[in-house]
């Protein structure tokens, strides 16, 4: 069993405590060290070269939105490395902009939602592995923010295309999309490989397209 090695980024020494303790639970995920801001966490990362990176969204130097900074970093410097962003903050931009260059390896949570290591283990192992997890209530905003202005960037696609990206968005694989809109699996396999082409989204191993093509469609001004 490969152990999985997190570096944890949290200033609330508490909360840091916590979730060391929680990570620290699982046999094949090792905490390497702690940090309670960002230049402490780049520092970290130099030093111990984790599999993935567990951070905060806002800590020191500025309180604002360092562990998206900590992301980028990572994407430019350490683009193996996976991110798992814990927020209080269900506010879409966040999500978007952690997911901006990609939603490979990358992993957005409410910490109000990690109620113990199931959760928390999960986004660890799929991010490790190159996937992507968005807490459903962020999705829900994002999907609420559309809900009046439907953008007509994506006029190219057609009704049945558009039904099913909309679905899509809601978390909702391709069999249930066949069950919700009565047509039958192959079909909705069919209309989304148009919408990844229609999209630009093209075949990649490193890359989720169906959460980039939800995220096309969340993300798209009225």
């Avoid at 980028?72 to 879409?92: D, F, H, I, M, T």
């Avoid at 994002?142 to 978390?171: F, N, Q, V, Y």
Wanted: with cysteine.
């Amino acid at each position: 069993m490969t152990t999985i090695r997190v570096a944890l980024a949290e200033d609330n020494a508490l909360l840091r405590e916590g979730i060391s303790r929680i990570i620290g639970t699982d046999g094949d995920i090792e905490m390497v060290g702690t940090a309670s801001d960002l230049p402490e966490l780049l520092t970290l990362i130099e030093k111990e070269s984790p599999d993935v990176v567990v951070t905060d969204i806002r800590m020191p130097p500025t309180g604002t939105d360092e562990g998206i900074q900590a992301a980028s970093w990572l994407r430019e410097n350490r683009p193996e490395v996976g991110v798992v962003v814990l927020s209080q903050y269900k506010a879409p931009a966040y999500a978007l902009s952690l997911l901006e260059t990609g939603s490979a390896g990358r992993a957005y949570l409410l910490k109000e939602r990690v109620a113990g290591v199931d959760e928390l283990a999960h986004a660890i192992r799929t991010v490790a592995q190159g996937g992507s997890v968005i807490d459903p209530q962020v999705v829900d905003e994002l999907i609420e923010a559309r809900a009046s202005h439907r953008s007509s960037d994506l006029s190219w696609l057609t009704p049945r295309e558009s039904e099913i990206l909309c679905e899509m968005a809601k978390g909702k694989s391709n069999a249930a999309i066949a069950s919700t809109l009565q047509v039958s699996e192959r079909a909705v396999e069919k209309h989304t490989n148009s919408i990844f082409s229609k999209l630009g989204l093209t075949e990649e191993k490193d890359v989720n397209r169906r959460v980039k093509a939800v995220l096309v469609y969340l993300s798209e001004p009225g």
